[in-house]
């Protein structure tokens, strides 16, 4: 009996169902299908099946091979070795697979089984402050999960723990009390990110000189603080003012990185302070925390500084002053119970990671995490400079973001411009905007998070490699294909032989939707990345020795041109999932 391929099975997994059906009593036993070099797949699962049963493992494969439904799937089995087995499977099948994919608006991707609520902690600059490559890999690294969990059918709940609070507040408030009009705009609508920015900078500036040169004014900022924390209106009102001329410079680095970031998303440090003093008070009630020295801590036996001596994490100073981790336990509380997490999810440098680990700790003794919930660092490494050193200017200050967002558009619009044959000044705008994005995000992601990275421009942008502009391109040569394609259509023919290069295209897009599984379970979005830029090779390999609008028959045109839009559409969505946009032109 044929089988009819339902949208989701791939290749991959008829042909598990096809030889569990060769062997009933192997059960639900995995065969252990992998892609191989030898043919399309190998199955190693009979090696521990023999082992299981007590026979013979070659004999056992043999049986397999006897009792194979030829069907419409295989086209040849052998035993190998000890007792692999390597399997072709059939032009046909290949084709057929991904005719029922290309027929679904999803691309044949399932949903996850058990799909749960992930709360997500990213892009988490901090007010008053000017944003960093640091802030950067949070960001791009974050969206991209969002995406793709939801893509998985996952609930996503963004929260953006921007550092809003804080002794440092006290300063601020009190100069722009002082110096009322500091913040003051012509015309508000005409702010624009940068000014807002340089106003933060420059009252941030003038308010630290004055609190490190005035003792009065620091002992005015010191009651500030206290009237913050205890909710004075004024004061209030104030602090108020700095995040909203912070967000202003925020929102315009997030539109300037293709990101759509929500109001009511932003819950910074400040959202959680009605819940520190409780969290404490839970934490000391329970034991789980205890007083030394005056500061509110909890112990853990194999943290030690290197003197030997414990590291606590301190949820409260001796002054009576909460810190970073009191909010963090806040915010766990409050996600956990409130938001109803199954995971959560934080998108954090990895020099937080020991903060993290005991929060997460800490937050497991209180209870508030319990074997339902998983808590993840998403931990990232540092971004360095091309010499390999963390990323400064020449002065051997930090790098503003922005400045360089705007190099990678300058330097793409010039690839786009020498590119382009077609395209106005408007257009080659657009488009390296598009393109040095989709650069740095792309070089962003496709690294694993966890090791540090070069943030070099120039290989950024260059059109061969693994960067996002090869991608790019690959997609907009398969629509200008397809533009000129006239009266030809895409159109499946599982009755074509294809040739070497159509197989391995077909079949490392029949993996699309398992790639895409693995990499929401795993929080591993290079996984993504690297499908990708392999499919934009096994493209280039296709195109150069397949000839398609060339091609011998009118059915050969229809099927590579088939090949050609499901192609383009893998590319177009697995590039949506990291937030990278595909140009129809290029
Ligand atoms: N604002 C912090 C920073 O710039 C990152 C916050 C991370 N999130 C958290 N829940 N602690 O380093």
């Not at 000391?284 to 290197?306: I, M, N, Q, T, Y």
């Not at 295209?505 to 290079?526: K, M, S, W």
């Amino acid at each position: 009996m044929a089988s009819v391929p339902s949208l989701a099975s791939t290749v991959q997994q008829r042909l598990a169902d096809a030889l569990s059906a060769a062997l009933p009593e192997a059960g639900s036993a995995d065969p252990l299908l992998r892609r191989s070099d030898r043919a399309d797949f190998q199955a190693n699962g009979i090696l521990a099946l023999a082992k299981q049963l007590k026979g013979n493992p070659r004999e056992l494969a043999a049986k397999v091979v006897g009792a194979l439904d030829s069907g419409a799937v295989l086209k040849d089995v052998e035993v190998s070795g000890p007792g692999f087995l390597n399997i072709t499977v059939s032009d046909q099948a290949i084709v057929e697979t991904l005719a029922a994919r290309a027929a679904d608006s999803r691309l044949g991707v399932p949903y996850a089984d058990e799909p749960g609520t992930t709360v997500i902690d990213y892009a988490q600059p901090n007010v008053a402050k000017e944003m960093h490559v640091g802030h950067l890999r949070s960001a791009v690294i974050g969206a991209a999960m969002v995406e793709i969990l939801e893509f998985t059918g996952e609930k996503v709940v963004r929260r953006h723990h921007i550092g809003d609070w804080g002794t440092q507040f006290g300063m601020l408030i009190q100069y722009l009390v002082e110096h009322p009009h500091e913040l003051d705009h012509k015309d508000d609508s005409a702010v624009s990110g940068e000014e807002a920015m340089s106003n933060l900078d420059r009252l941030y500036k003038a308010s630290r000189a004055l609190f490190d040169s005035d003792e009065e004014f620091k002992a005015r900022s010191r009651d500030r603080v206290v009237a913050l924390q205890s909710g004075d209106p004024e004061t209030r009102a104030m602090w108020q003012r700095f995040v909203d001329e912070s967000k202003i410079y925020f929102y315009s680095v997030f539109d300037k990185l293709d990101m759509q970031i929500d109001d009511p998303d932003i819950v910074g440090e400040s959202g959680y302070n009605d819940m520190l003093a409780e969290t404490c008070r839970l934490l000391e009630e329970s034991g789980v925390a205890v007083r030394s020295e005056g500061a509110l801590c909890v112990f853990f036996d194999d943290v030690k500084g290197p003197d030997g001596q414990p590291v606590p994490l301190i949820v409260q100073k001796s002054n009576g002053g909460f810190g970073y981790a009191a909010t963090d336990l806040s915010a766990i509380r409050d996600r956990v119970r409130n938001l109803g997490a199954s995971t959560l999810l934080y998108v954090v440098d990895a020099r937080q990671s020991l903060h993290f680990k005991m929060v997460f700790e800490t937050a497991r003794r209180a209870g508030w995490l319990n074997g339902d919930v998983k808590a993840v660092q998403l931990a990232f490494g540092t971004v360095l400079g091309k010499d390999g050193k963390p990323f400064k200017t020449r002065e051997g200050e930090t790098v503003r973001l922005v400045d360089l967002l705007d190099e990678a558009v300058e330097r793409a619009s010039a690839v786009v411009r020498e590119k382009a044959q077609d395209l106005t000044e408007e257009e080659i705008a657009e488009r390296g905007a598009q393109v040095g994005i989709g650069a740095v995000k792309y070089a962003d992601l496709s690294t694993s998070a966890a090791r540090d990275y070069k943030f070099d421009l120039d290989q950024m942008v260059s059109l061969n490699g693994d960067t996002s502009v090869y991608l790019q391109y690959a997609y907009a040569r398969i629509q200008s294909i397809l533009r000129k394609s006239g009266d030809a259509k895409p159109a499946a023919h599982p009755e074509l032989a294809l040739a070497p290069a159509e197989r391995a295209l077909g079949l490392h897009i029949d993996q699309f939707g398992e790639t895409v599984a693995e990499v929401a379970a795993a929080f591993e979005p290079h996984k993504l990345a690297a499908y990708l830029y392999q499919l934009a090779s096994l493209y280039t390999t296709f195109y150069s020795e397949c000839p398609v609008l060339k091609a011998d028959t009118p059915a050969q045109v229809e099927n590579r041109l088939f090949l050609c839009d499901i192609t383009a559409r893998t590319l177009h969505q697995g590039m949506a999932l990291l937030g990278i946009r595909t140009p129809e032109r290029l």
